[in-house]
């Protein structure tokens, strides 16, 4: 596949991986925000290929993951309801609310879709005029054009049978709350191809001057995180803190200007509670007051559920790389994918059941044999007994930052 | 959240920009896409597709400049010119 | 109003277990969720030390001869799809599960549950379509059944094939007999069936040429046996793709198996629509490949026999049994680097992130 392929190069890959280890002369620890960076690093073991010093820890980037308890448990009642029509993306079908998820309403009769896109919701509820089809609008700033999209053509078309359950996340204000922690550990952010392709990249500035941090925008192929870490090392050892754009071949600077205006049309900015989180400040975003006849929250008017909150695992720390997955007594035990504690556990881009799936076995998440453990320590170890800056390597073309 | 596959543009349909639509390659497989945010694209173009909407038009000059880079990089461990 | 919780410890995690007392699609996917609904409901009530090995056949011995007895249904939905429909999967299934048992299959029966309304020229077609592939598996349908259900209560057609065939005495295969060392060769490219199934599917509408792999494998089978008495197992990986099949094969004997991700041959068509989808090709449903586990010194052999065949053109070896964690599948990715790859809980489900 073109545009694909390339970037899965294992020889670039370890070439990469070497540069990276010349590089480094003090630990660091980065962080990925999107789900789907996650599930790339774990899927081809990136982690594996990295010296010992650069520490990965994963990002409440899973907009599955962070919906909240109340609004699957509203789902699930605006599903189970007999003219209702639930349709969703595929990954949030199997979030545990606070007693069932969406699979477990559909066995008890609720007639819950699989989509692939928003389009296909209307068509059904074009086609289905005697039903009332609701969408999850599940998704990060990526998806928020296309959910947008479908309000405004269904508003347009005067469609009385379509409504949106609205749970959109925003990447910067999540970031700015990790940053925020007084017990924040994470010195640099690779931040989120896809939502930058959208958003473009402005909005990261104000974050890597306010905290210092390196901010490099990457892709979602091994070869892209691999160069946007080896980016983002170079800053952190040259003692820079600026936002640079690896994934140049889709991003640029303002984004996706079209996509941006269907997005301010229909949807405003929101506080937002965040599963395992909190409230977070103008972190979400809502339908507005003229499209209030495609919000299903409104139409609806579910009576809020008073929910429990067990006290049982640690996504939030999780989430916000100050734990890994492993170091949960749950982890494996009780809580797994087929028995998910938590949210991090269900998705496949969730940080632990990234883990679960592809590195339980190994105790540190990193699987090395003595000698390539070794050989990569002899690196970073020749690398601080020398005197001389760190090896300069060839500038990468293209890279901007304004 | 961030799917988003590369694929061809094949065809274009509709003249509106705000709706036009095109069918993308995918290794074969066709898809219908949307091209309302990407009313530049023209046939021939790669897209990035996300839940059926092209979500950028790829750059071909920076994804060739990126690969040069990277090959660079490779080639330099393979001659010995960097350490492995 | 919700205040933003400013002390990470006091951050819980928000969801319980979520307990099933109902059947969800889950339980039919061939993957966890199937397992432990054998284990939990069926196999304490029905246990015997043949059902228990729980291959793909039951193997009994009557008035001296061994015979494989296998049963399966067939609910896919679309009825019609590019490679075949659900009549020829019906005894293509059947005669592959006998086949993996070592058996020469021989007869089938075929039950029909029919919805109310449907058309009998649908029905007609099928029936075309599985007299076509019994012929050409060398088996004969030679008893069946036919209820009619309600509009409503029946999604079309549903059909149950039985099957039996002879077991040759000195053939002994089983999911139990992997041993560390031995081979696993794999027929040919994965996924092929499922994504042609699910590019029909609405909601997931895509054009592509994308064809079931639909197909009997006795004539493989036979051939390979011919020239090695040391295959350990035979599987099919249908539902729940090479990985479920691995796993239980790996949890059967006891053993661990290691694979190479660049052995696994994927044609470009379904990468393109795993990809698009974010599915893993490991994970999808084949119905025209075999997973074969053979003694190291026999692996050659059964390789070139494989390949002389048509439905083994292109089978490969694709890894090692070995001694590692028992039940434990890992792959190691074309970049050098080990991961698991594990039983799904249930359905794959297309992802978006």
Known sequence: ?402 | MCLAVPGRVLTIEGDDPAFRSASVDFCGIRKTVSLSFTPEVQIGDYVLVHVGFAISRIDEDEAQRTFEYLKHIGALVEEGLAAP | MPETIADPAQFVCPAPVATRDRIVLGHGSGGQLSANLLRDVFLPLFSNPVLDRLDDQAVVEIGGSRLAFTTDSFVVKPLFFPGGDIGSLAVHGTVNDLAMGGATPLYLSAGFIVEEGFPIEDLRRIAVSMSEAARAAGVEIVTGDTKVVERGKGDSVFINTTGIGVVPLDVRLSADRAQPGDVVILSGSIGDHGMAILASREGLEFETSIVSDSAALNGLVGDMLAVSRNIRVLRDPTRGGVSSTLNEIAQQSGVSIEIEERKILVRDEVRGACELLGLDPLYVANEGKLVAIVAPEDAAAVLEAMRAHPRGEEAAIIGVVSDGSPGMVTMRTAFGSSRIVDMLPGDQLPRIC
């Open chain 1, 1 to 402: 596949m073109k545009y694909v392929d390339e970037y899965r190069n294992p020889e670039i890959a370890h070439a990469l991986a070497d540069k990276i280890a010349r590089t480094v002369t003090k630990p660091w620890v980065l962080m990925e925000v999107c789900g789907g960076q996650t599930h790339t690093l774990m899927r081809y073991g990136i982690g594996d290929l990295l010296p010992g010093g650069v520490e990965l820890v994963h990002g409440p980037g899973c907009p599955v993951c962070v919906t909240p308890l109340e609004l699957i448990d509203s789902a699930i009642r605006m599903a189970a309801l007999p003219d209702v029509t639930f349709t969703s993306y595929g990954d949030m079908l199997r979030v545990p609310g606070s007693r069932s998820d969406l699979f477990g309403a559909r066995a008890l009769g609720a007639d819950v879709r699989v989509v692939y896109s928003p389009m296909d919701a209307l068509k059904i509820a074009r086609a289905n005029p005697s039903r009332h089809v609701v969408f999850f609008g599940v998704g990060f700033e990526t998806t928020a054009p296309a959910n947008a999209m479908a309000v405004w053509q269904a508003k347009r078309e005067g469609l009385t049978n379509f409504s949106m359950l609205v749970s959109h996340v925003l990447v910067p204000p999540a970031m700015r709350l990790i940053l925020e922690s007084p017990i924040n550990r994470v010195q640099a952010f690779i931040g989120p191809g896809h939502v930058c392709t959208i958003m473009g990249f402005s909005e990261y500035h104000a974050l890597a001057e306010e905290f210092h941090v390196p901010i490099v925008v990457g892709g979602f192929e091994p070869l892209d995180l691999l160069e946007a870490i080896s980016m983002l090392v170079a800053q952190l050892e040259e003692g820079r803190a600026e936002v640079e754009n690896q994934y140049s071949r889709s991003v640029d600077y303002h984004g996706n200007t079209a996509a941006q205006k269907v997005m301010r049309e229909v949807f405003t900015v929101s506080d937002r509670k965040w599963r395992g989180i909190g409230e977070i400040a103008q972190s979400g975003l809502v339908l507005r007051e003229e499209y209030a006849a495609y919000d299903a929250e409104r139409i609806f008017h579910l009576d809020p559920l008073a929910v429990e909150e067990p006290r049982e695992c640690i996504s939030a720390l999780v989430l916000q790389g100050q734990k890994k997955p492993i170091d949960c007594p749950a982890f494996g035990k009780r809580c797994t994918p087929l028995t998910p504690l938590g949210a991090p556990m269900v998705s496949a881009e969730g940080a632990c059941a990234a883990w679960y799936q592809y590195k339980r076995h190994s105790v540190e998440g990193a699987q090395r044999t003595d000698h390539e453990r070794s050989r990569l320590a002899h690196l970073v170890l020749d690398k601080a007994d020398s005197n001389a800056s760190p090896l300069a390597g060839p500038v990468r073309p293209g890279a901007t930052h304004a």
